[in-house]
């Protein structure tokens, strides 16, 4: 599992991943996590970041419990281009 490195942004960046819904609630998301923190700090990765997710998802209550902290927050625009 290497969900981490994107080629097109850095090193430190990891994601997407996730559980299928049949199976969440049973601390997998927690140990893919946790394996993949592990394997970045093994590479010598001394911190860790990813783009954007709910912060009252299931995604996002590991990652605060891992002890992620948001650094900004994005909003989305729209506009009607039709009447």
């Known amino acids: 599992f290497n969900r981490f490195s994107d080629p ?3 090193v430190e960046r990891f994601g997407p991943f996730g559980v299928n819904p ?3 609630g ?3 998301g927690k140990v893919l996590l946790s394996h993949c ?6 590479k010598g990765i001394c911190y ?3 783009q954007w997710t709910d912060e009252n998802s ?3 209550i590991i990652y605060k419990k891992a002890g992620f902290k948001v650094l900004r927050r994005y909003h989305t625009m729209q506009k ?3 009447d």
Do not use: Q, V
Request: without cysteine; charged residues 30%.
């Open 26 to 28: 049973r601390g997998i």
């Open 37 to 42: 923190l592990e394997t970045m700090k093994s």
């Open 48 to 50: 860790a970041w990813f």
């Open 22 to 24: 049949d199976f969440r």
């Open 58 to 60: 299931a995604a996002g």
């Open 8 to 10: 097109d942004t850095s």
């Open 80 to 82: 009607t281009l039709k």
